[in-house]
């Protein structure tokens, strides 16, 4: 057997290795998601960040933002960017981004049970 056989997805396949803010192409924004890992720790910002963001539309609040920080490469803007991609309610080749995510978050937040 081929060692690039033994693996699920294409191993040459082209991967983006940044894609900017106000790209479009469905195909490639459907792989960032499809290929976007949920560890542990993201799933508890994310919580976090929808938190803050329930009291801000529930509650009154005069604080009307959020603060993402992190060392060089950590992944804040590409956490920002899944966050759009939520907020929006985004929809790539016919299925919900929403939906996509809350699988994966599913899916991690159950292995820690």
């Known amino acids: 057997m081929e060692l690039k056989k033994m693996f699920l997805k294409d ?15 469905d195909s490639d ?22 938190e803050a963001y329930k009291k801000g539309i529930l509650d009154h609040t005069d ?3 959020v603060w993402i920080s992190g060392f060089f490469g950590s992944g804040k803007s590409h956490f920002l960017k899944i966050l ?12 919900n981004l929403l939906n996509t ?6 899916i991690q937040w159950l292995w820690q049970i």
Do not use: P
């Open 63 to 65: 604080k009307m933002g």
């Open 101 to 106: 995510l809350i699988i994966k978050f599913t």
């Open 11 to 25: 191993i040459e396949r082209d991967i983006k290795g940044v894609i900017k803010v106000g790209q479009d192409d």
């Open 29 to 50: 924004i459907f792989q960032e998601l499809d290929e976007y890992v949920v560890t542990n720790e993201l799933l508890g910002h994310f919580g976090d960040f929808f």
């Open 84 to 95: 759009s991609y939520l907020l929006e309610n985004r929809v790539v080749n016919g299925k």
